[in-house]
């Protein structure tokens, strides 16, 4: 007996062993390969993303195909034009700042409050000792602008990877997922539809939401810099629609940017006004706006979103900042459909999942 034990327990440890070294095996080869992990969990990203926009040109004839590439022009026309719109107000302006900057600190110093301030912390000669390095900062910030869009075009490879990956995915994804379904048990089918769904609501519901919350607090921007007569209203709207787009301190970011230049236009009275409005538009949009757009597509606790945000940010920088919380939901939604078939309520969500039809790519 004493011979059987010991080479059972010799198999158990080898056992063990193999399967410590399969790990190992796998998660090196994970590192090895990480970039493509990478584009490819991107390009599932996108994919789940811009579905909803396949799938409604293709409900209404459009050839799938066709339906996929004129989301992708739509996409790329959208970001030309707020280049249009953005880059060249912002290059004249700041021209026209380095040359007019010594005419806007001497009228600075007409305000009173401004000037008791500058009696006593002397910002007049600061502001004017960094106005004469600004041009020589521009020229370095040229060369740093056209050192990044080199670096784009390095990264064109990459980004034409992710389209023909998002592609295909939208093609086959529904005929992939048809066919992963098929290989398992009505019960465990069932489920599997559930998440996914659960999944695929809570990705394309986060980005709709998020894109309509930014549009929303580019338009409060705008109006609010055209009633202060502010110059280059458009691009600050635009700008700050863009900060908005990074969850929890976006905004916050963004309103101290446009209140930089807000404080040249007439200072304090009106940035006094955009701190009142800044402050203002964020408790609605914390309380208000974003449970209505949001809706039930991505239920998360706070406390979830916080500890989702700083991690996705630390991985991934901005990136990680913006997938985080559809990835926490999609984490939640997994975690979820464990807790309850693992505690007898698999039943309760089978109703729910029998009337789950399609995919998460496409019907």
Known sequence: ?????????????????????????????????????????????????????????????????????????GIAASIFGIGLVLVPPIVNGVNGLSNDLPGYVDDLRENKTFRDYDNKYDITQKLNEQADQLP???????????????????????????????????????????????????QRQARARAVATDISDAISGYVFGNFVISVLAGGVTYLTLSLLDVPFAAPLAVLFGFFDLIPLIGATLGGILVGAVVAFTDFP????????????????????????????????????????????????????????IPAAAAIQSVVRDWWHYHHGEEAAQAPLADGVEGSALGT
Not at 136 to 155: H, I, N, Y
Not at 160 to 182: A, C
Not at 288 to 304: F, M
């Open 269 to 324: 009275t009106a940035l006094i006004v955009w701190v009142a409005v800044l402050i203002g538009y964020q408790q609605i949009e914390n309380n208000l706006i974003q449970p209505v757009v949001y809706g039930r597509t991505v239920q998360l606790h706070p406390l979830a979103v916080i500890v989702a945000v700083l991690i996705g940010a630390a991985l991934l920088g901005v990136l990680g900042a913006l997938v985080a």
């Open 136 to 186: 020589s900062k521009l020229g370095d910030a040229a060369g740093t602008l056209r050192d990044v869009t080199v670096g784009v075009f390095d990264r064109f490879v990459q980004l034409f990877s992710i389209l023909v990956i998002t592609f295909l995915l939208l093609m086959d994804g529904p005929k992939v997922l048809e066919f992963g379904y098929s290989r398992l048990s009505d």
């Open 1 to 73: 007996m004493s011979g059987e034990a010991s080479a059972a327990s010799s198999r158990l440890i080898a056992k063990i062993v193999l399967v410590a070294c399969g790990v190992l095996a796998a998660l090196y080869l994970a590192y090895l390969i990480r970039e493509v992990i990478g584009l490819v969990l991107i390009s599932v990203f996108f994919a789940l993303a811009i579905a909803p926009a396949v799938n409604w040109l293709n409900e209404r004839k459009v050839p799938r195909p066709v339906a996929i590439l004129l989301v992708y022009f």
